[in-house]
């Protein structure tokens, strides 16, 4: 029999009937933990993200603060006599402190950038970690190793489906993070146990341990030590013209200038190499460094017309390019070798040819391209303390969009010198190899070059000493007054 067409309702409805819509509250319900799940895993994602941005930024800023101490020569003052430290790490309108500012705003977070209010500068010496806004009352220990700790803060962070929360009275929509960064500036100098420096790309323009003076009119015996040979102490520390730092002079290739049949090589003009030597006043002589191998050195820019030349030898290039595998022992008795056999003087002009391409200067003497230092008053130029590196027109910044005539910390203009302890031996081999004891390091800045004098007009930024018998370990660096990221205690 087939069923009917149509049928009555029931009069009473089955039990599961009942349960219909069930499954809507109970997706309602879930949507709840979908929404918290989702904050979780987002939310709290784009949180760590945001940390690990902080982090970078408190390290960069920190970084940059702490360059800026190292170029501006104040453990080169370690009594800060000159007060220096004043206007390079004294406060809110400091040098370093600016720098690690402006650092800090450069580096987004969740891609907003960092108030300025919310960067915290502090500076201290060594263990005792950074406490204070304004070095000058850290007493000391801080020339040996000024410490500076810098500390960020975002504004609002981004937040998305933990929006949903607001409506519960959450405070997300008010999430920051912090996060905080200390960095050491380390000076040999003063040290005790000594802990020497080993820097790498240093330049082998191996130079005196004779300061020619502000003035430049001392001669041989009569100038001042740049440090003590025995203990490495700085001995003429503090800002020009009462010290070292800011001193500006020609760095004189220790050559003859008469043209021979024979080999090229040096032959000494004063020997021992002094401090304005042969009547030129403000100049300080040097002689070559043995370069033990330049096959890693990586050249400078190849548009500058002198960087065809500074490819002649294993000696050039270390100077237009970085030569890391020469080690400047300081402080290891007789480590080193002055090589005579290699000529840097007007003859070649090996030195100048090779300095014009490391700075990317395209012509002789200041305003050709290499990045410079500012001056208060010119001509003649006077550098302004603390030192202001500006980017040149031929600066291989530019192409990150750095504008030239910009403030910079970094550039290859900046270069180290190992200084020997020229009262043992007293003498140098007349076209030979002398071992010689390197007791200490000049960093400075290469203003311009010369190639009829065969001059190099530099600033000196820093001075560190070893001694000549430190027996500790050396610290290895890109610089005799290195700077790294530590974690305070």
Known sequence: MLPPLIRRPRQKATPRSRERGVTMALVALAMVSIIAMAALSIDVGTLYQAKDEAQRTADAAALAAARVISISGITGDPSNTSNSWQPACGGGSSAATLAAITVAQQNLISGLAVPTASVTVNYGAGSAGASSTDCTSAGAAFAVNPVVAVTVQSAKLPIFFARVFSLFGSSYASTTVKATATAEVFNPSGSSPMVPVNPRCVKPWVVPNLDPGAAGTCAGNACKKFVDPTTGAIQSGGVATAGVIGETFNLFADCA???GRGPRVCALTDNPPVANGAGLANSLDYVPGQVSNASIAIAANSTINACADARRNDYSEAIAGCDQSTVYACGTALANTVDLSEDPGPRR?????????LINASANFLGNGQDYLSTSNSPPPTYAYPFQILAGSNSALLTTGIAS??????????VSLPIYDNTAPALLSGTGTTLVTVVGFLQVF?????????NINVTVMNVSGCGNSAASTA?????????RLITPP
């Open 257 to 259: 200038t008469t043209r």
């Open 349 to 357: 002009n090996d030195s100048v040819n090779a300095a014009a391409c």
């Open 405 to 414: 005539g910009s403030q910079i910390t970094s550039s290859p203009s900046i």
């Open 446 to 454: 290469i203003n311009s070059v010369d190639s009829t004098t065969g």
């Open 475 to 483: 610290v290895n660096g890109t610089s005799p007054v290195p700077i």
